[in-house]
């Protein structure tokens, strides 16, 4: 059964008074609390409901004077792919482009390439490849040129495996953009934040396009579903691996759409993930890769297929 | 941005200048240089890699030394020097100074108007203290100029020139080598702009 049809992925915004009673509802409901991000006496909850329960967690956070908010792309992680971290690409607008996927629910990583910039100089290294290829998405930030985006940044896609959403200034069409699963024109380089009206609608078309994408991974996934939903092994590892509540890190269990990514050392930790218990007699590696992630030295953990579990817990 | 006389960004697709011209308007407000540039214009040909700047900028002010605002004279201890100053804003870069040349110990300062300086042999040290260049603005433009234009450069493009001759600033970047034909063009762009005739703007 596909994830998104049973669970809804919803946002709460509230104060940090009584907010211990969406979560006490919601472990009653049977949902998953995905993070939590306490900003002084506000709080942001992320989590996915059991969709038939959606209007009693309304209710409650109308009572408590929070808002509820559907956040299409809760469990997954996005790397925002700039050309170089220099002050020509960053603040803005890449970092803009990351906070408001954020806004819907995905956990975002910044990822700056070493030589990405200019035209027949631009280059990625293999380990950026294989850091790209760790998340969901990648979402590529380009800039104002059309011939640039056209005919020299898409070698920076070669070796990326994992769905690739370019922007650029430009409205070009996606077929134009060799290698790229969707171009959304209207988000170039700028020098500004983005926050006029044009360039916000030009991120709402980004996140749409981006959920679209996540709509269609989730779609592929349900025709042969992962033999355990990511956000059960989360609780379980909360559960049962104290340590993870130690992680300072806003996310220590950074949910993927077939994975995870646990923020604890893998050296210290894989056997313990390994043996986490799923099930009677089931353990996590009879269902999922453990891997050491390309991120620091924490734990990526892939969840495999019904067709080659051959059962589901 | 309202100071500038003239704000020219042309590039080769016609669509693609106001953006770019906006992050020319952005850099040169972040720099705070609205003020100090009368003129400029950018061209920008992606196909081939280039980028030229031309820009006059507006009379320099001249330097200001410390005499200029200061007064020196010698202390009532063997070996010291009072510099007074009337202006305070020089005063770190003054302060930089002198810690540079004499060393922090040899400095006190008893008020915020006020720095006492001893050294080995005042009367000579206070002939060539009245004539400390504090502050070059011709200086700090020129490296403010540069920067503007790296800023606004597209990042890849790193064989550059630039040159500031009186008035008239002019900057290059490619990421191929260097062709003297686009200098010569950045110049012509120059003369464009100092004359008369203003040759369109394109946003």
Redesign the interface.
């Known amino acids: 059964m596909p994830v998104a049809a049973v669970l809804e992925p919803y946002v709460y915004e509230g104060g940090v008074h009584k907010h211990g009673l969406i979560i006490e509802l919601l472990e009653d409901l049977g949902g998953y609390l995905v993070q939590s991000t306490p900003a002084a006496t506000e709080i942001n909850l992320v989590m996915l409901i059991p969709r038939k329960d959606v209007p009693l967690m309304e209710e409650l956070a109308k009572k408590i004077l929070g808002k509820l908010t559907r956040a299409p792309l809760t469990g997954t992680e996005i790397a925002v792919v700039s050309p170089t971290l220099a002050y020509h690409h960053l603040p803005h607008s890449a970092c803009d482009v990351a906070e408001h996927l954020r806004r819907d629910g995905a956990n975002t990583n910044m990822l700056g390439l070493a030589r990405g910039m200019g035209r027949r100089v631009a280059l990625s290294q293999d380990y950026e490849r294989r850091l790209i290829n760790e998340h969901d998405i990648a979402v590529y930030s380009f800039g104002n040129f059309s011939d640039c985006i056209i005919n020299k940044k898409p070698k920076l896609f070669s070796g990326v495996d994992v769905p690739i959403v370019a922007t650029g200034s430009p409205a070009l069409k996606t077929e134009d953009v060799k290698g790229a699963d969707v171009y959304v024109g209207g988000i170039g380089r700028v020098s500004h934040r983005l926050r006029n009206e044009g360039e916000m609608d030009s991120l709402d078309v980004l996140n749409k396009t981006v959920g679209e994408v996540v709509d269609k991974m989730r779609e592929e996934i349900s025709r042969d579903p992962l033999a355990v939903l990511p956000a059960r092994v989360m609780k379980e590892i909360k559960e049962q691996v104290p340590e993870i509540n130690d992680v300072l890190s806003p996310a220590p269990i950074t949910l993927q759409l077939d994975g995870m990514r646990v923020k604890l050392p893998f050296g210290q930790f894989h056997e313990k993930m390994e043996q986490l218990e799923l099930d009677e007699n089931i353990s996590l590696s009879d269902v999922a890769n453990i891997m050491p992630s390309k991120m620091k030295d924490y734990i990526l953990i892939k969840i495999r297929r019904r067709s080659e579990t051959g059962f589901t817990v | 941005m309202a100071t500038l006389e003239k704000f020219v960004v042309e ?3 016609e ?2 200048a106001p ?2 011209r ?2 020319v308007s ?2 040169i407000s ?1 720099l705070g240089m609205a003020g100090r540039i009368a003129k400029i214009k950018v061209v ?1 040909r ?2 081939d ?1 280039l980028f030229q700047l031309a820009a006059v900028v507006r009379g320099v002010l001249p330097q200001v030394i410390l005499k200029d605002f200061a007064e020196i004279q010698k202390g009532d201890h063997e070996g010291e020097i009072l510099i007074k100053i009337s202006v305070e804003k020089h005063l770190p870069r003054l302060l930089q100074m002198l810690w540079d040349r004499y060393g922090r110990d040899s400095l006190e300062q008893p008020d915020r108007w006020t720095i006492s300086l001893f050294v080995d042999n005042p009367e000579e040290e206070i002939g060539s203290l009245e004539n400390l260049v504090v502050d070059d603005p011709r200086r700090t433009l020129k490296s403010n100029l540069a920067d503007m234009a790296i ?1 606004v450069a ?5 064989v550059r020139h630039h040159s500031l001759n009186g008035n008239d600033f002019i900057f290059v970047a490619s ?2 080598t260097m062709q003297k034909e686009w200098i010569d063009e950045a110049h012509t762009m120059l003369e464009e702009l100092k004359g008369d005739d203003a040759s369109g703007s394109s946003a």
């Open positions: 590039t080769t697709v669509e693609e953006p770019y906006k992050i952005d850099i972040d920008i992606p196909e890699s800023r597209p990042e890849g493009f790193r990421e191929d």
